[in-house]
């Protein structure tokens, strides 16, 4: 199989340096904005704040997960590292594929609803239970995300776990 040479390769771990840093500060700051529905005093600043968080998580941290996705793929194919050579790749596999799942199936929706309740109901949507569920639920979901993706890039540099011995 043909390898990157040693310039592509720096150019596609740096692009997948920064994809994993975005990835990863976008996740925080998603889960800080909400620290701000404290000082809410209108339903247009509670629905604002929502659609920041919506416009963060589909224009800056789902094109980042899948660009990690796309060069972790490429990382993989054209490297030595291969795709199943090592425990903690094979961790950083599971991770990826598992967050991005999740995240569509269930934090994106999520998020949605959160911008759709807070627009119907205003500042009264801090009082509705399925928007307290929503928002209680995101947030558990995004720390366990992102603290996840931070444990991951961890095992990325210091690289636990021997190889997996080949099968010959």
Known sequence: MKQLSVTQN??????????????????LIMFLIQFMSDDITSGDQLYL???IIHFIDMKILVPSAIVCLLTGF????????????????????????LIIVLGTIYSGPWIEKLVD???ELGTNALTN???????????????????????????SVFKPWKSIKKIS
């Open 117 to 119: 309740i807070s627009g």
């Open 74 to 97: 490429i990382y993989s194919q054209f490297t030595k590292w291969g795709y199943f050579k090592h425990g903690w790749l094979i961790f950083k596999w599971v991770i990826t594929v």
């Open 129 to 155: 239970s399925d928007y307290q569920w929503y928002d209680k639920s995101q947030n558990i979901m995004g720390v366990c995300m992102t603290g996840t993706l931070i444990i991951t890039i961890f095992l």
């Open 10 to 27: 720096k150019w596609l771990k740096s692009i997948h340096l920064i994809a994993a840093g975005i990835w990863i500060t976008t996740g």
């Open 49 to 51: 704040m929502n659609k």
